[in-house]
Nanobody, 124 residues
Framework: QVQLVESGGGLVQAGGSLKLSCAASGRTFANYGMGWFRQSPGKEREFVAAINRSGGSTYYADSVKGRFTVSRDSAKNTVYLQMNSLKPEDTAVYYC?????????????????WGQGTQVTVSS
């Protein structure tokens, strides 16, 4: 089992920045690729970004490319999502997830473990 706990969400004005953190505990963090997803009311959970086990490869949804950066710190068992130039349409609950596939997959079905989510609200 892997336990994931997100933090760092909040209320920010459009154009602002937030940095989300996801702390992992349980099994070896380095064995898992990590993903960030988000979900708005009435919408399906959508892929945001992913990072592979080593941290050497990343993958972003087109909607956040150039604005968001995913990274990981193996010493702290933590994955981050730096969000810049935020837009009102980025408002959602953000979830981190851990998966065992060796490739980056923008699909919820590829991830085995999920955090409880953290709310991000961007005001216009």
């Amino acid at each position: 089992q892997v336990q994931l706990v997100e933090s760092g969400g909040g209320l920010v004005q459009a154009g602002g920045s937030l940095k989300l953190s996801c702390a992992a505990s349980g099994r070896t963090f380095a064995n898992y690729g990590m993903g960030w997803f988000r979900q708005s009311p009435g919408k399906e959970r959508e892929f945001v970004a992913a990072i592979n086990r080593s941290g050497g490869s990343t993958y972003y949804a087109d909607s956040v490319k150039g604005r968001f950066t995913v990274s990981r710190d193996s010493a702290k068992n933590t994955v981050y999502l730096q969000m810049n130039s935020l837009k009102p349409e980025d408002t959602a609950v953000y979830y981190c997830a851990a998966g065992t596939l060796p490739i980056l997959v923008p699909d919820t079905r590829a991830y085995n473990y999920w955090g409880q989510g953290t709310q991000v609200t961007v005001s216009s």
